[in-house]
């Protein structure tokens, strides 16, 4: 029988540069981008006072899940994790969708930054923003393009350099949400958190839509940054899993106080027209936080929360940018996409990855002109990205218990189907409308990736033994949300029927995904393939184009 400790994956070409501080930024300043800078707004008009226990039961959520990404990233610290575990687990056909998955979150994530840097902008240059139609104006495209120029830019440094210029921008990025609580609790209105409706004012249907569709879901995001350039950080059995999970609790505890505070601050009359209103509310539209700062007689600092508004967004989707590659990077390594995007330059950065994850980038800043009309997409990308995750560490703890395990998740028998109920229902929450998109994006990622792997002689075989609970998964979930009570976010049109009552709706969706669970452990790839399909990638090949070593 082989060995399981004794098999493990690497990196070509890629440099350990990394070390425990800049892999907690990496994942710390993913998770704040712009969702810090608009969630609290949007959170207080979808659901009111009770948007607090939204970001409270989002963060659980995934903190669930971070402690089963903690785990996978000790065990196979390879750049592109999210994109490769379910590969090693369950083959190539489950691989393909969890990968392409990551793939598209991590891909739409940058555009989404830089519209939500115009949003900002148009306070002092109206040209790039429309606020009646809520989109980026042809201007403010065309500055996106540059943000995004530069993003690839600074990504061609050497890891080493990369991570002190992301390092100074994440110290900034997390100092200024810490300050900005601070000083709004002395601007506090206490008597905002009943008016209105009380604490749930517009009902719990209307809280468990916001977490995915005001965005809070979004805001959390990047977590997993870490297991995407693990093939970079130094020591990374011990560094990866303390990294993920002390980005994840520090960046949970500022959103939630940052809620508090943004309703405790809010001017009484600014609620006049109730929570809703707050939508339409053209100072909050432009600026949120640093409108409430500004009225509440704190304008120095509401300017450098509008200077943070370009900060913090482009820290975000310049790592997004990094980790589009990375997971690029991976997909090559799994083999389904191009070898060519598995070469990198003397410095250890794959460049046909980096530059690709620009030109595919600049796709989606044409057909989602604003921040909100991608957070739902990119939302339900990412869970279903995050939902391979359980997934795999459920197989790899039934076929390889005896692999190396630097960090293991406590009671993993049970938090792993549970972490995969969790991504199944935030994907619920999400809505039909969203699902069927995301539904479509995946008919096209098959098709792109077939062609690529059709001319790949050295491609792995399709294993649909170990996914064929797979498409009744994906079917299954678009049948339970047409019939359910979510249709496509916190004010989007219904387009589903209301048939399942609520409650009963998110029963059927844990009990559905406790189904599918159980049936992929049983048809997860046999030790023996696993092992195979972990030691392809542990050894190098005549394609694999290293680059010389430095020399000292």
């Not at 712009?34 to 948007?51: C, D, N």
């Not at 604490?199 to 995001?221: D, N, R």
């Not at 300017?303 to 967004?313: C, H, K, N, T």
């Not at 794959?350 to 009309?373: D, E, K, N, R, Y």
Request: glycine residues 10%.
């Amino acid at each position: 029988m082989a060995v399981a400790t004794s098999t493990r994956p690497t990196d070509v070409g890629l440099r350990r540069e990394m070390g425990f501080i800049g892999a907690t930024w990496a994942s710390a300043t993913s998770i704040i981008g712009s969702g810090w800078l608009f969630g609290s707004w949007k959170g207080a008009y979808s659901t009111g006072t009770s948007a607090i226990l939204a970001w409270v039961i989002g963060g659980v959520c995934i903190i669930i899940l971070a402690l089963v990404h903690a785990e996978l990233g000790g065990m196979y610290p390879v750049s592109g994790g999210t994109a490769r575990f379910p590969h090693f687990a369950f083959g190539s056909v489950g691989g393909i969708s969890f990968g392409f998955f990551s793939w598209v979150q991590a891909i739409t994530v940058a555009p989404i930054e830089c519209f939500a840097v115009m949003q900002y902008l148009s306070y002092y240059w109206h040209g790039v923003f429309n606020a009646d139609t809520g989109n980026v104006t042809g201007l403010g495209t065309w500055l996106s393009i540059l943000l995004m120029a530069s993003f690839t830019a600074i990504n061609f440094l050497a890891m080493r350099l990369f991570n002190k210029v992301n390092s100074a921008i994440t110290w900034w990025k997390v100092a200024i949400p810490v300050l900005c609580i601070i000083l709004l609790l002395f601007k506090f209105h206490g008597g905002n958190f009943n008016s209105h409706g009380g604490f749930l004012p517009l009902g719990t249907k209307a809280m468990f839509a916001a977490i995915p569709g005001a965005g809070m879901i979004f805001a959390y995001l990047g977590f997993e940054q870490a297991d995407q350039l693990a093939g970079e950080i130094k020591d990374p059995s011990r560094n990866l899993p303390r990294a993920i999970i002390t980005a994840i609790l520090l960046c949970t505890a500022i959103y939630v106080m940052l809620q508090i505070v943004f309703i405790g601050a809010l001017h009484p009359s600014t609620l006049n027209g109730g929570w809703a209103g707050l939508a339409n509310n053209t100072g909050l539209i432009s600026g949120p936080l640093a409108f409430v700062a500004g009225a509440a007689g704190l304008g120095w600092f509401a300017i450098i929360l509008r200077l943070d508004a370009f900060i913090s967004p482009y820290g975000t989707g310049l790592i997004y940018q990094t980790s589009t590659s990375r997971v690029t990077y991976g997909l090559a390594r799994n083999r389904y996409y191009p070898q060519i995007f598995a070469k990198v330059d003397s410095r250890g950065v794959p460049w046909v990855s980096l530059i690709m994850a620009f030109l595919l980038g600049l796709v989606f800043l044409l057909p989602f002109p604003s921040w909100s009309a991608l957070v739902g997409l990119v939302t339900s990308a990412s869970v279903l990205m995050y939902a391979g995750a359980p997934l795999s560490l459920g197989a790899f703890r039934r076929r390889l218990p005896d692999a190396d395990r630097p960090y293991k998740v406590p009671a993993g028998s049970v938090l792993s189907p549970l972490a995969f109920v969790v991504a199944g229902l935030i994907m619920y929450w999400s809505g039909l409308e969203v699902i069927w998109k995301l539904g479509v994006v995946l008919l096209i990622g098959y098709v792109v990736i077939g062609i690529a792997m059709a001319f790949d002689p050295q491609r792995p075989p399709l294993d649909w033994k170990s996914a064929q609970w797979l498409p009744v998964y994906l079917v299954g979930m678009g049948i339970i949300s047409w019939q359910g009570q979510f249709s496509g976010g916190a004010v989007a049109a219904p387009v589903n029927t209301n048939n399942i009552p609520f409650w009963w709706d998110m029963l059927i969706v844990a009990a559905f995904c406790l189904v599918i669970y159980y049936w992929a452990m049983a048809t997860s790839l046999p030790r023996e393939e696993m092992l195979n399909l972990i030691n392809r990638q542990g050894e190098h090949s005549a394609e694999d184009n290293l680059p010389p070593a430095p020399r000292h």
